[in-house]
């Protein structure tokens, strides 16, 4: 039988975060229910509970405690969690992302990702 493929690294498991974590960030409302709001909060604060990468966790708890999620709309919390990625690759050397294109990225893209 062929081996089972191996666990995540912390790598492999951050770039599968951030696509889902954009994707959803992207499909929020524009405009949020009161309850919406508070579901997001609780999320967030999940996130940084329970992220299974403890140091990536740690940076993602004190950076959600400098800079509150913004749950305005779904364009808002796009924008937040490009600021909170971008906080990332600058530690890791990698190059900011233009937050300006963040829905071009990880929801209306081009007509041929659509093809
Ligand atoms: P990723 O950084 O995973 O990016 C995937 C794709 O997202 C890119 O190809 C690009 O198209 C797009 N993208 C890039 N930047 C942005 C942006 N700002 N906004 C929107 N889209 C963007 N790794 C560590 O070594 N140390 C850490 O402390 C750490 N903390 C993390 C915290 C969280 C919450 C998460 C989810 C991940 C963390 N990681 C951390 C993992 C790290 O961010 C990368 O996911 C990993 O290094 C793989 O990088 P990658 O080059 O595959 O692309």
């Known amino acids: 039988a062929e081996?089972?493929?191996c666990p995540p690294d912390s790598t492999e498991l951050?770039?599968?975060t951030w696509t889902f974590l954009h994707t959803m960030?992207?499909?929020?409302?524009?405009?949020p229910t009161p309850e919406d709001r508070q579901a997001m909060t609780s999320f967030i604060g999940a996130l940084g509970r329970f992220y299974p990468c403890w140091y990536c966790a740690s940076h993602f708890r004190d950076f959600t405690k400098a800079n509150p999620p913004d749950l305005g709309s779904n364009l808002a919390l796009s924008r937040w969690f490009c600021v909170a990625h971008n906080e990332v690759n600058e530690r890791l050397g990698k190059p900011a992302f233009?937050?300006?294109?963040v829905l071009e990225r990880?929801?209306?893209?081009?007509?041929?990702c659509f093809e």
């Open 3 to 5: 081996p089972m493929p």
């Open 98 to 101: 233009d937050c300006s294109r």
């Open 106 to 112: 990880w929801r209306t893209g081009r007509k041929e």
């Open 14 to 16: 951050g770039a599968s």
């Open 25 to 31: 960030a992207a499909y929020y409302p524009e405009k």
